[in-house]
């Protein structure tokens, strides 16, 4: 992984306001900036509302932008707040997915668009490289992969492309096997044809959802009355987690 990105290009971030807004009210005490990312969220919150943020990025190379930054999975939230001594928080934010630093590095193998090698780990802690699930798994594992984190119309199509095509070595040759496996009339929506196997790939790799499952768990279970949790989510996998997470949070609340 690059030791040394550059802060300012790293990422530019999302919704800064309205995620500023809405832990303006919580209570003093610390914030967790689940994804730090390049910080920008975490500088605004520092900022403008002056709460302590403890910061956690997977990623070394979002750790190694600011000390303190935790290099850490927020699968272990739990884990790491006992470590810290932290029995409660006022706030958490959770920015999902990948980084623009991320995306734009070749070498991260996380774009159809530039070359790279089949990686997609977004930190040390992931056991299994993109490549790996290309090349070796069985058709119908890639298939469900595909169809469940992906939402591919055409999963089976496209794995059945894929285990025909190995040995699959880089990016750019995978996005094209998946563009040639989709009809033709459809690869003219719905954007890059590749865009929903990369994408189901890439939770696999990093096995997303079952991080963010206890990721919102600890971040939930710690608040302090009053206390809020933000996530910003990218796709209807996470949206549906993060909804009946809460959801389950606010009953028997009075
Ligand atoms: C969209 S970026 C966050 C950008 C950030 N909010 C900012 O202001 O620059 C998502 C970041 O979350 C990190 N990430 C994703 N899943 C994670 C996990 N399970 N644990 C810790 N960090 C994670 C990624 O490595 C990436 O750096």
New binding site residues.
């Given amino acids: 992984m690059n030791q040394t990105p550059d802060k300012n290009a ?5 919704m ?1 306001d309205e995620v500023v807004d809405l832990l303006r009210p919580v209570p003093d005490g610390i914030i967790v ?11 605004a919150l520092a900022r403008q509302l002056g709460h302590p943020i403890l910061a ?4 070394p ?2 750790a190694s932008l600011s000390a303190g930054v935790r290099a ?4 272990d939230l739990a884990s790491l707040l006992e470590e810290e001594g932290v029995d409660e928080i006022s706030g958490a ?1 959770f ?5 623009s ?2 995306l734009d590095e070749p070498a991260r193998g996380f774009s159809y668009r530039t070359h790279g090698p089949l990686d997609m780990r ?2 040390p802690d992931a056991a299994t490289a993109a490549g790996e699930m290309v090349n070796e798994w069985d058709e119908n594992d890639l298939a469900r992969i595909l169809r469940t984190l992906g939402e591919e119309r055409f999963a089976d199509r496209v794995a059945r492309a894929i285990v025909r095509a190995r040995p699959i070595r880089d990016t750019v040759q995978l996005a094209d096997v998946v563009r040639d496996a989709i009809p033709a009339a459809t690869r003219r929506t719905g954007g890059h044809p590749a865009r929903r196997t990369f994408q189901a790939l890439r939770i696999a790799v ?1 096995e ?1 959802l079952g ?2 499952g206890s ?1 919102l768990d600890a971040a939930v279970d710690s608040l302090t009355p009053g206390g809020r949790c933000v996530v ?1 989510s990218y796709h209807s996998l996470e949206d549906r987690i993060v909804k009946r997470r809460f959801l389950s949070g606010s009953q028997g609340c009075v």
């Fill in positions: 790293y990422h530019r971030p999302v800064v900036d689940a994804t730090y990312g390049g910080g920008g969220h975490s500088r956690i990025d997977r990623d190379d979002a850490r999975n927020f699968r934010l920015d999902l997915g990948v980084s630093h991320q977004m930190g990093n997303e991080a963010l990721g910003i």
